[in-house]
């Protein structure tokens, strides 16, 4: 029942920007952490940023001072601003979060779907 639903991706030229947004939906009892990663093609997924149920943010040394990673509480969304892209940027975006569902205990990882950054001239 939980979900992520991911959306904002496209292609943008290098030194463009995009911003994506991920929404949680269903049940939810507690929802802690939120973050998002990427996987270009033939590579491993990789962390981007997280931000804490409190706000806290957390960076990938590759993103720092170029994304910035936000979330709205009340509509469970996180969102992430991408600035000054590179063409090292192109990869699928995945959104997670970690979330105690309505009448469970601990803490599950969901992830979103997906969506495609390409930044291409």
């Known amino acids: 029942q939980v979900q992520l639903v991911e959306s904002g991706g496209g292609l943008v030229q290098p030194g463009g920007s995009l911003r994506l947004s991920c929404a949680a939906s269903g049940s939810i009892f507690r929802l802690y952490v939120m973050g998002w990663s990427r996987q270009a093609p033939g590579k491993q997924r990789d962390l981007v940023a997280t931000?804490?149920?409190?706000?806290?943010?957390n960076y990938a040394e590759s993103v720092k001072g170029r994304f910035t990673i936000s979330r709205d509480k009340v509509n469970n969304t996180v969102y992430l601003q991408m600035n000054s892209l590179k063409p090292e940027d192109t990869a699928v975006y995945y959104c997670?979060?970690?979330?105690?569902?309505?009448?469970?205990?601990?803490?599950?990882?969901?992830w979103g779907q997906g969506t495609q950054v390409t930044v291409s001239s």
């Open positions: 997670n979060a970690d979330i105690v569902p309505s009448g469970y205990y601990s803490p599950t990882k969901y």
């Open positions: 931000i804490t149920s409190g706000g806290r943010t």
